[in-house]
């Protein structure tokens, strides 16, 4: 069965540390790959995302992802985190062999530390 | 431009018991697509209808069903509720469906508690 795995359930950070979020899914067809954010008392919202091309894409808020197709991961990284960055982190995955279900891992918990 | 809305936004109700959710998604969007989030489960996918009709479907048991209307809003229902149907359910639109998005707009949520 498809599945996309996240890793690090909670993550706690300094601010201006470095942040990587792995992601990794289970399909070897064609995917495209999405990073969600959920602010505290916010709604889901689009952070970047990978159809076609380069596989280094920059999202909002200083955020990049890359995905590498041989190990079928798309990890989200930020050079220097924020305390405003606390947050959870979804990695989605749309596989187009698979009637365009969409598979989400199950989040990061990400807490900042001022 | 208004957002994605969802109502009831909490309700509590008690197993056995069935309930109805709806979700009025963004001005010419015409997909709808439906999700369950619980604490280490992330989010499941449930459905998705574009232009009345229920493109894709995930693995969730037939108690849970939807609908969508002319006006692209949509309603879920689930019956016979059960403790484990606890949950927050999201509901996303978007213009051209799944299969083409680049971006899901997503409602604040419909939390279901079952006691």
């Known amino acids: 069965a498809q599945s996309v795995s996240q890793h690090n359930h909670h993550v706690i950070l300094s601010e201006a540390a470095s942040l990587e979020l792995g992601c990794n899914y289970s399909y070897g067809g064609t995917v495209n790959l999405f990073w969600y954010v959920q602010y505290p008392g916010q709604h889901l919202q689009l952070l970047l995302k990978?159809?076609?091309?380069?596989?280094l894409v920059k999202g909002i808020k200083g955020f990049e992802a890359e995905f590498i197709k041989s190990k079928f991961s798309f990890n989200l990284r930020k050079p220097s985190v924020q305390w405003s960055d606390t947050a959870e982190y979804f990695c989605a995955v749309i596989s187009y062999s698979s009637a365009s279900k969409i598979i989400f891992g199950s989040g990061t918990r990400l807490s900042i530390r001022p | 431009k208004a957002g994605v809305t969802q109502t009831p936004r909490y309700l509590i109700k008690t197993r056995g018991q069935q309930v109805t959710l709806s979700c009025s998604p963004i001005s010419g969007h015409r997909s709808v697509s439906w999700y369950q989030q619980t604490p280490g489960q992330g989010l499941q996918f449930l459905f998705e209808y574009f232009s009345e009709t229920q493109r894709n479907k995930g693995n969730f048991p037939g108690r849970f069903s939807g609908r969508q209307f002319s006006n692209s809003r949509s309603e879920m229902n689930v019956s016979t509720l059960e403790l484990g149907d606890s949950a927050l359910y999201l509901c996303?639109?978007?213009?051209?469906?799944?299969?083409?998005?680049?971006?899901?707009?997503f409602g604040e949520g419909s939390r279901l508690t079952v006691l």
């Open positions: 996303a639109s978007t213009s051209e469906g799944l299969a083409y998005t680049g971006e899901l707009f």
């Open positions: 990978y159809f076609s091309g380069d596989p």
